[in-house]
Structure formats: C-alpha cells, structure tokens
C-alpha cells in the first residue's frame, strides 16, 4: 500500500506565507506525478500545483505566489505558499500517482488525510 502523509498547515494573516509538506511511502516503484488540490467549504476540489517530471503546473490563482518542488530520492512533495489571501483557506490534499512494486506499470491515485490552511485577520 502508499500512504502520504502531510504537514504544516495551519492559520496565518494575509500576506503571509506558509510551507505545505508531504511524504509519500510504502511499496513504490516509481512516482510519477505529485501535486497539491485543495477544497475550500461549498466547493469542489481543485488542483492547484502539480510536479512531474521536473515540469510544473499552477492554478493561475497562485502563479507568482506558490512554489511546489519535489525530490524524486525521498518521494517527497512541497509547497511553499507566498502572500496569502483569505481565498486561500482550504483543506489542501496531497496526491500522488504511483506505480507500485508488482504492479504490471499500472499507476494508481492516492490522497493524502489533508491539512487545514486558514487566513485570517
């Protein structure tokens, strides 16, 4: 099985800055994509930064401001998240596609529990 496991969410002002962490670990073969999606109340899930690669993806609301880097030699993920705004508060999950040992090259999805990002004056 994969588990990911998250850390540093938690409650800022506005403008200022917080670092998302996620570390992913049981039977790997290969990571091939790993990111960050948030879900804020009343409203879907939605992707907002993603690394594979080397490549990375941003939501245009957080281009400039977040910054998500990888290491492929301990699976893990980061997001470090610059001048933030109230419409940043969100439950932000951690998600990994992962090709397991034994598995054929198939990949599979997997999510982390979440962290609670709250900005707030």
């Known amino acids: 099985q994969v588990r990911l496991v998250e850390s540093g969410g938690g409650l800022v002002q506005p403008g200022g800055s917080l670092r998302l962490s996620c570390a992913a670990s049981?039977?790997?073969?290969?990571?091939?994509?790993m990111g960050w999606y948030r879900q804020a109340p009343g409203k879907d899930r939605e992707l907002v930064a993603r690394?594979?690669?080397?490549?990375?993806d941003y939501t245009d609301s957080v281009k400039g401001r977040f910054t998500i880097s990888g290491s492929n030699a301990k699976n893990t993920v980061t997001l470090q998240m610059n001048n933030l705004t109230p419409e940043d508060t969100a439950v932000y999950y951690c998600?990994?596609?992962?090709?397991?040992?034994?598995?054929?090259?198939?990949?599979?999805?997997?999510w982390g529990q979440g962290t609670q990002v709250t900005v707030s004056s």
């Open positions: 690394i594979s690669g080397g490549n990375t």
């Open positions: 998600n990994a596609i992962v090709v397991r040992i034994g598995s054929g090259f198939i990949s599979n999805t997997y």
């Open positions: 049981g039977t790997i073969f290969r990571i091939n994509a």
